[in-house]
């Protein structure tokens, strides 16, 4: 049984470590970050490409046993483990990374981008496709009168997507790095794009018992 009160207040703590200022030095390599899923299975891709030229450099992945439900606002705890798993097998960190998934435009300003990004000492970005929290005057979303995600029109006659900050970047920022990994004809940035691609493939190859899984 997960305690979903303790994990609430363990959210409130991390998100005081929360940076939302560009705090990095170089941004030559940014890694995209999704999760498929495969019955119980939890299966973490990380791709690595080139700032400049969206070039793939390195890719992972890991396969975890969901050991905690899906609750929204939560998806730091289902993830994780396996996101950190693959995280650990890169030979290149990468200087940013962007999230499938919210950074600080969320209820208690920790959503899985923020949440990693503390953990894994992270430059980090959340995009998203839906909203989870907060108010949109104009393309900014606001919680508190604070400014906690950008609307991204990256694909016309398409929704757009919510850009915020993760840790130690700036929502200016963050949107500025997302539309420079953009590449047509893709709704999501290059990096996470290839990063969903990849995370589905491997659902498949274990679904058809060509990836072995344990546990």
Partial sequence: MVDFA??????????????VKDSFDRLELIGGVDCAYSQEYIIAAIIVCDCKTMEAKERVFAV???KVPYLKGFLAYREGPAISEAYAKLENKPDAMIF?????????RI????????????????VAKQPLVGEAKGNIVYVDKEARAEL????????PIYVS?????????SVEIVRNC??????LPEPLHLAHRYANEIRKKIEKGEVEVKG
Avoid at 165 to 173: A, Q, R, Y
Avoid at 182 to 187: A, I
């Fill in 182 to 187: 953009m590449r047509f004809p893709h709704k």
């Fill in 111 to 126: 959503g899985i981008a923020s949440h990693m990004g503390v953990l894994l000492d992270q430059t980090s970005i959340g």
């Fill in 165 to 173: 900050p993760g840790h130690k970047v700036s929502l200016k920022t």
């Fill in 100 to 108: 499938d998934g919210h950074g600080i435009s969320h209820p208690r």
């Fill in 152 to 159: 991204v029109v990256t694909k016309e006659h398409s929704k």
């Fill in 64 to 66: 975890t046993k969901a």
């Fill in 6 to 19: 303790n994990l609430k207040e363990e959210q409130l703590k991390l998100a005081k470590k929360v940076i």
